[in-house]
């Protein structure tokens, strides 16, 4: 993950930077997700995250690309949840006409590693 801080970094303030990462999907989603978050965080280590991210991959067997939008917020370091939605008119190939929302959880691991579970409803609009 590579990050960025955005303007002056305070001291007792809230970090605010963007991060750069690449994320796996499996199981409904399958794929490489590459997101760009704007993250607040707080000096408790509560946080707020907003970004987006293009999936290259399959859903449901079907091939494409995706964009979605998520937002999400975490009351303690190494956790956080939210939503996500896939951006109307987004998906190509296979994926053209995809519509859908779904929710978010993620922690760090011991290792340092992140792991994440999502619901993931879709549909496809012509």
């Keep these: 993950m590579d990050r960025l801080d955005i303007g002056p970094q305070v ?40 970004g987006v991210e293009r999936i290259v991959g399959s859903v449901d067997g079907r091939s494409g690309t995706f964009v979605l939008t998520c937002y ?10 939210g939503y996500w939605t896939v951006v109307p008119g987004s998906g190509t190939g296979e994926l053209a006409g995809l519509r859908g929302r779904g929710t978010f959880t993620v922690r760090q691991e011991p290792d340092g590693t992140w792991h994440a579970e999502d619901a993931f409803t879709h549909w496809y609009e012509k």
């Design 11 to 50: 001291v007792g303030g809230p970090a605010v930077f963007a991060t750069l990462m690449t994320e796996k999907f499996s199981g409904g989603i399958d794929g490489l997700g590459h997101a760009d978050h704007v993250r607040v965080v707080q000096p408790d280590g509560s946080q707020i995250v907003a």
């Design 72 to 81: 999400g917020y975490g009351d303690r370091p190494g956790s956080a949840r």
